[in-house]
């Protein structure tokens, strides 16, 4: 089946630590989004990419980074600068001014 | 700054009862205009789409929405709701440079 593919679904950083969510898609789409939700602030996007070995910031872009060295894969990295990790995030990518989301990694600080 | 405003953080009804959650949106002559629906620890799935032509949209799950420009509004409606329909409901423009923006979200509880 084809669609996107966020792995792990639960993950758990500790104080200072990088942690890197998954994102992998089989739908041949260029462009993939990472979205932030948090309870009451709905999405707010943290990068996105348009094509491979390409990337832009998106709203919240501070701690974290990305690359796109393959069509199918954006991995994002949550790094020890980002002091308030702890929120669901959604991986996405575009056809057609549509969005086809992941099922999400809920990212908790131990 | 480009913004979407969901007026309604919790709206809850009884199973049968019409349904319409608000959405209003801030830029652009002919926006491009989206409703999401979540179910809790999942991601989001496409309801409809308003582009342009007809502003009464029919989507999946029984759901339409009506563009009024003069209201800057994109609200969505069901005649009547089903149990399943409990969700969490998130509207969306798009924002140039092929972003989304999302509402905070509605979160829609169904009485028995």
């Known amino acids: 089946d084809g669609g996107i593919t966020q792995s792990p679904k639960y993950l758990f950083r500790k104080e200072g630590q990088n942690v890197t969510l998954s994102c992998e898609q089989n739908?041949?789409?260029?462009?993939m989004y990472w979205y932030r939700q948090d309870p009451g602030q709905g999405l707010r996007l943290i990068y996105y990419?348009?094509?491979?070995?390409?990337?832009q910031k998106g709203d919240i872009a501070e701690g974290y980074s990305v690359s796109r060295e393959k069509k199918e894969s954006f991995p994002l990295t949550v790094t020890s600068a980002q002091k308030n990790p702890t929120a669901f995030y959604l991986c996405?990518?575009?056809?057609?001014?549509?969005?086809?989301f992941g099922s999400g990694t809920q990212l908790s600080v131990l | 700054a480009q913004s979407v405003t969901q007026p309604d953080i919790h709206i809850t009804v009884s199973e049968g009862a019409s349904l319409e959650l608000r959405c209003n949106y801030s830029?652009?002559?002919?926006?491009?205009l989206f409703w999401y629906v979540q179910s809790p620890g999942q991601g989001l799935q496409l309801l409809l789409k308003?582009?342009?032509?007809?502003?009464l949209v029919q989507g999946i799950k029984g759901f339409e929405a009506e563009f009024k420009r003069s209201q800057s509004s994109f609200n969505l409606r069901k005649p009547s709701v089903h149990w399943s329909d409990a969700a969490e409901y998130f509207c969306?423009?798009?924002?140039?440079?092929?972003?989304?923006?999302f509402g905070a979200g509605t979160r829609l509880a169904v009485h028995p």
């Open positions: 739908l041949n789409h260029d462009a």
């Open positions: 830029y652009g002559a002919t926006p491009y």
């Open positions: 990419s348009q094509i491979v070995n390409d990337f």
């Open positions: 308003y582009f342009s032509g007809d502003t």
């Open positions: 996405a990518s575009r056809f057609n001014e549509k969005l086809f």
């Open positions: 969306a423009q798009s924002g140039g440079y092929n972003k989304l923006i």
